[in-house]
């Protein structure tokens, strides 16, 4: 099995509370949004691709390359999930340094609860982080252990390690169904840069070197490179055009502005909802309904919210609190059995992708990201450090997007 790898930079600092509250409370909504349209395992199973849990964390606004995504991310969905953990059936447990600690004791309360086995729990735990940490030896120490479980007993691991040498993370993603042994290839997938040769016992190959440690023998353990894929996540804080899909870019922009591809009835359930939130909920809508190949360029999500160091632009709090807004509601009718406004928010997504057959982008790139800028006072924009101020010069002319 070929793993891929990319390089996530480590970030330090907080989150801001106003961020905060706004990722938990987007991250939850979409979250039962897939949990009520598509069940719990498929929320685990996407949740465990690295490609989607990076884009949803730049729809969230956080850092669309860094390695505090993982720690933000988590952090966000387990304190909205467990509020509501009896509900939707699903509990996270651990987080970063000492809550990492505090799995074991999370587990065997949610088994109390559940009925599940707590010490199964326990062990898939500490076995996922032991083989992280010891039996791939590759130079990062795990300092994040999220265990997410449903209440059916299926779970998945998210899990980071840092490598204090070149200042990169790992990240690890582990899902249930995929695991036939913690010993022979365990993982859904691996996010990190290839760091050259490194010692992996839980290589299907090893099997011989696994035998030859359980029997004590004096030959030491062989080294084993494997097939790699990279996948480098840039240091540079800004969004380029080649961090992004420009057809699938383009395409939700041209949705959101200018309305290309959508249905009337879309556009009257989603009446009152302005272009730039529009943006975002094409954007939200993929993050629910898309399937994986959609997630191969995980910048394009931070047009949705942007990113709270500024990159691409400023966060616009009043789109991202209209976006929370819509979705929760459109969530809450679907739970009632009224589900058409859940509908045109699925809608939304469908229209990009099938104007994205024909679409052929500009060069606008650059002006595009200058314009969300521009802009991004008029929606309260905010960046960890201050709130966007009208540009000094503003002619008032549109750009049209793509």
């Known amino acids: 099995m070929s793993r891929s790898y990319a390089d996530l930079p480590l970030h330090y600092g907080q989150v801001p509370p106003w961020l905060y509250q706004r990722m938990s409370k987007l991250g939850g909504a979409i979250t039962e949004a897939i949990i009520t349209e598509y069940g719990r395992s498929a929320f685990l199973q996407r949740i465990s691709d690295p490609f989607w849990f990076q884009a949803l964390g730049c729809v969230l606004g956080m850092d669309w390359h860094s390695s505090g995504i993982t720690t933000s991310v988590m952090g966000a969905l387990k304190r909205t999930m467990n509020e509501r953990s009896h509900e939707l059936g699903i509990y996270i447990c651990g987080g970063k340094g000492k809550h990492s600690r505090e799995t074991p004791n999370e587990l065997m309360t949610i088994a109390n609860i559940t009925g599940l086995d707590g010490n199964q729990l326990v062990r898939n735990s500490r076995l996922s982080a032991k083989v ?88 030491d353990p062989q080294l084993l490179m494997q097939e790699v894929h990279k996948l480098t ?32 009835e879309t556009l009257l359930l989603l009446e009152g909802v302005g272009p730039r939130t529009l943006q975002s909920l094409v954007l939200v809508s993929e993050v629910i309904h898309g399937t994986p190949s959609r997630f191969t360029d995980p910048a394009r999500f931070s047009f949705a919210h942007g990113g709270k160091d500024g990159h691409p632009f400023p966060v616009p709090t009043m789109v991202y609190d209209e976006t929370i807004s819509t979705l929760q509601h459109a969530v809450q009718r679907a739970k009632l059995g009224q589900t058409d406004k859940n509908e045109a928010i699925k809608n939304l997504s469908k229209a990009a992708q099938q104007l994205e057959q024909n679409f052929i982008p500009n060069n606008n790139f650059e002006r595009l990201v200058e314009q969300e800028r521009d802009n991004s006072w008029k929606y309260g924009g905010r960046t960890v450090m201050e709130k966007a101020q009208p540009p000094k010069k503003n002619n008032g002319m549109q750009l049209r997007l793509f």
């Open 233 to 264: 996540m840039p240091n540079h804080h800004d969004v380029w055009a080649e961090d992004v899909n420009l057809k699938r870019l383009g395409s939700v922009l041209a949705v959101a502005h200018e309305k290309e591809a959508l249905d009337m």
């Open 132 to 219: 992280d940490n010891t039996a791939i030896q590759d130079g990062f120490n795990i300092y994040l252990h999220s265990f997410i479980v449903s209440s059916d007993g299926e779970w998945a691991v998210v899990q980071q390690g840092m490598n204090n040498a070149n200042g990169m993370a790992r990240r690890y993603h582990w899902h249930s169904p995929a695991i036939k042994s913690f010993v022979d290839e365990p993982h859904a997938f691996i996010y990190g840069a290839n760091q050259g040769q490194i010692i992996n016992v839980t290589d299907h190959n090893a099997d011989t070197t696994r035998a030859g440690i359980l029997q004590l023998t004096r030959e």
